[in-house]
Nanobody
């Protein structure tokens, strides 16, 4: 089992910045991808951004140019830097990781954090 703990959520004004962090712990052989999804009230959970083990990042069009993502493979952490926040960014943000097992057959599993609230309002 893998546990993910998010931190850094809160209330910010439009145009402000916020940094989310996520730490992974537990049993896994390798973390392949780390990232963030978000879910606003009445909407489906959607991709925010992901980063591969090699550092390749992928973002939703709605946040490109405003958000950046980074990871520390030695600490099993991932961070999301959110700049120029908009009210539409208000949501619960969930950290997620995809892991691979060591023993054949190699299995891929996905885990989710409990979520952290981000509210953008004046």
């Amino acid at each position: 089992q893998v546990q993910l703990v998010e931190s850094g959520g809160g209330l910010v004004q439009p145009g402000g910045s916020l940094r989310l962090s996520c730490a992974a712990s537990g049993g896994f052989f390798r973390i392949d991808t780390m990232g963030w999804y978000r879910q606003a009230p009445g909407k489906s959970r959607e991709l925010v951004g992901t980063i591969s083990s090699s550092g390749s990042a992928n973002f939703a069009d709605s946040v490109k140019g405003r958000f950046t993502i980074s990871r520390d493979n030695t600490k099993n952490t991932v961070a999301l830097q959110m700049n120029n926040l908009e009210p539409e960014d208000t949501a619960v943000y969930y950290c997620t990781v995809r892991t691979s097992t060591y023993s054949p057959p190699s299995l891929t599993r996905q885990y989710w954090g409990q979520g952290t609230q981000v509210t953008v309002s004046s």
